[in-house]
């Protein structure tokens, strides 16, 4: 029998997100995966901040960090393009496993933590979930877009700012 943590987890979460999907409907489980998402995106936005020494993380870093923290949680997420508009990601394995398949409001972990510490360190994020594996997808293409422009206000996805600035 294959039962772990890890596994044990994975399923719990997939369940959890699959009932809210099922009782308050997709848009309303999303808002609530992305209240949670919003607080570990904080907690590990200051992690790395710690760990790194800096008060601010560099455009450079934060898609280092989007990286890094998905290759701990077992994702393989890697920057295709990174310029002053935006940071574009491609993911070939989800860290929820195959736990994310059909449960697109566990996305809003990915989307929350990504924008929070985007724009905690840039000061705005806006993170676009082009492709999902949870949507049937082979991989996952995320562009978290750094500030306003036509084409992040014509994108579909979820604006994040920095409570007080870029130093929120």
């Known amino acids: 029998m294959e039962l772990d943590r890890d596994l044990f987890l994975r399923s719990l979460v997939r369940e959890l997100a699959g009932t809210l999907e099922d009782v308050v409907g997709l848009r309303e489980a999303s808002g609530y995966v992305s209240v949670v998402g919003g607080r570990i995106g904080r907690w590990i936005d200051g992690e790395y901040r710690a760990a790194l020494a800096v008060d601010r993380l560099s455009r450079s870093q934060v898609a280092d960090v989007l990286v890094d923290l998905k290759r701990r ?60 594996i949870a949507r049937g997808h082979p991989g996952c293409l995320v562009v978290v877009h750094l500030r306003a422009t036509p084409e992040s206000e014509a994108a579909e996805g979820r604006e994040y700012h920095a409570p007080g600035g870029a130093d929120g």
């Open 73 to 132: 949680i077992r994702g393989d997420f890697y920057v295709i393009e990174e310029s002053d508009d935006r940071i574009v990601l491609g993911n070939r394995a989800c860290p929820f496993g195959d736990k994310v398949r059909d449960r697109p409001s566990m996305c809003m972990m990915t989307s929350n933590v990504f924008g929070q510490i985007t724009a905690r360190n840039l000061g705005y994020g806006k993170v676009e979930l082009r492709e999902t």
